[in-house]
């Protein structure tokens, strides 16, 4: 029967092409699952409902060269896949040296190098809490009080100070975590940072370049014979038998049915929890759903602005924003957003760009403003906060990132929130595939999310990719 449909939805003229791994999203997992056991010499189908190869990575041409809508830097180079590609394909990659220096609202920088003093203080509890069982917010605050006892006594004096110092750092924490509040993030985290460079950007090639390095599709590569990909393809249902020897079938939104030994999955949690409900035939277990509804998923998205040429001081990468109490309740209740952004930003792909970070509930309204609002509120944020030490000249454009409203992303990457960390075995039952009754692997999970300590990460994605694949080649030599 299942053939029989098969037919009659795709055409007589149409063959049926059985594939052996279809994957269902192109983002870093997705990507090197798929190039791996295209490499090894399977049949393998690429899905992605969007017009582009990437997922939460996204490299566009803007000012004179190149920006990141999505993830910035390699994260750690011992061990990555994503840092182990570029070395091994002879690329050069710049650590961008993040120099910090913090603004005012009023204009002023007094205290500059006592706020860059505390703000690292704090950044070090975050790598340095997973004994604790407490919100980060309520962690660092109780620990700043304590070292301000120690070192800068007059400080716990100063109301307003505390008040917009703790502020401040709740925005850096939710810039990290993608949260919407730091009594969001937990302390209690299995997430690891790898060694070696945390900030190393691709600059001018562009992040795009993994992809292509992984397709053999850079500098005008041919790509891979075993792997064909459809773009602009939203996968509606899978229908993962239990039958041995029996394929999976993958219907389309367009209507088109695919066949395969198994398939991949590598949508993001925020899409699982959308989609769970009907994307999967039969439905998921109860140990999966609880899992997929368990996750916490941030959002960190980016305002990123062109000049005619740079203005800034050249010797500054980061430009931290600190509001001042007063300032900050002058502002108008449909600006309240621009006081939720934690900074701005030099690029390394582009000479004459700046990005303001913002994060949670406050990114996601800003994902609804009309572009032009966003573009003129942004510069005057700029002119208030850097404008006494420099003339800053009207913005030539801007591109801003979506991840929470783009129907394909719902969110950025996962975190270890309050809630999650209750239940630590989520990310392992999520990743855990679905098998026939013979014990074979049918359907298997991929993405940032499902890496046990790296999660957040391009390379966890990556990572967690080559996994499944490397699982679905050692069953097939059995």
């Keep these: 029967m299942a053939l029989i449909f098969y037919l009659a939805v795709a055409g007589a003229d149409e063959p049926i092409v059985q594939y052996d791994t279809i994957v269902v999203g192109l983002g870093a997992a997705g990507v090197t699952a798929a190039s791996t056991l295209a490499k090894a010499g399977k049949k393998v189908l690429g899905l992605e409902a969007q017009n582009r190869i990437g997922g939460r990575v996204n490299t566009v041409p803007f000012g004179d060269g190149v920006v990141e809508l999505g993830a910035e830097w390699i994260n750690g180079q011992y061990s990555s896949r994503v840092y182990d590609t570029a070395i091994q394909n002879n690329i050069t990659l710049l650590s961008q040296n993040l120099a910090m220096d913090v603004y005012k609202s009023d204009g002023t920088r007094d205290n500059n190098e006592l706020v860059k003093e505390l703000i690292t203080y704090c950044l070090a509890l975050i790598e340095d809490t997973n004994t604790e069982e407490d919100s980060l917010g309520a962690y660092i605050t109780r620990k700043l009080k304590q070292h301000l006892k120690e070192t800068h006594p007059e400080l716990l004096n100063d109301k307003d100070f505390l008040k917009e110092f703790l502020a401040l750092m709740d925005l850096t924490v939710d810039n990290f975590k993608g949260s919407n509040s730091w009594n969001e993030a937990s302390t209690k985290t299995d997430y690891r940072e790898l060694e070696g460079d945390r900030s190393l950007s691709w600059h001018r090639y562009g992040y795009k370049t993994f992809f292509e390095l992984l397709l053999n599709t850079y500098q005008g590569g041919p790509g891979l014979a ?7 393809t939203e996968v509606t249902n899978i229908v993962w038998p239990q039958q041995p020897s029996t394929p999976v079938e993958v219907t389309c939104k367009d209507g088109k049915v695919y066949r395969a030994n198994n398939v991949i999955v590598t949508v993001s949690v925020g899409v699982l929890k959308e989609r769970h409900m009907t ?18 998923v941030g959002l960190l998205d980016k305002i990123i602005i062109s000049f005619d040429k740079p203005w800034w001081p050249v010797s500054q990468n980061l430009f931290v924003f600190l509001w001042k109490g007063e300032d900050k309740k002058k502002v108008d209740k449909e600006d309240l957003w621009t006081t ?13 760009t700046l990005t303001l970070w913002t994060s949670g509930d406050t990114a996601k309204w800003v994902e609804t403003i009309p572009e032009e609002i966003v573009k003129r509120k942004a510069f005057e944020l700029l002119q208030k906060f850097l404008g006494a030490n420099v003339t800053i000249p009207e913005p030539t454009g801007m591109v801003r990132s979506t991840w929470y409203s783009n129907p394909y992303i719902r969110g950025t990457f996962a975190f270890d929130s ?9 990310r392992a039952d999520l990743g855990k595939p679905l098998l026939d009754s013979a014990g074979i692997a049918k359907v298997l999970f991929a993405g940032e999310a499902l890496d046990l300590t790296h999660f957040t990460n391009v390379h966890a994605a990556s990572e967690s990719g080559y996994k499944e694949a490397a699982r679905i080649l050692a069953s097939s030599e059995n």
């Design 418 to 426: 309050v809630s999650s960390v209750k239940y630590p075995n989520s």
């Design 226 to 232: 075993n792997l064909d990909i459809k773009l602009n």
């Design 279 to 296: 994307l999967f035939t039969p439905s998921l277990p109860s140990e999966k759903v609880n899992a997929i509804s368990r996750l916490t």
């Design 340 to 352: 939720k952004i934690y900074a701005a930003s030099t690029d390394m792909g582009a000479s004459n």
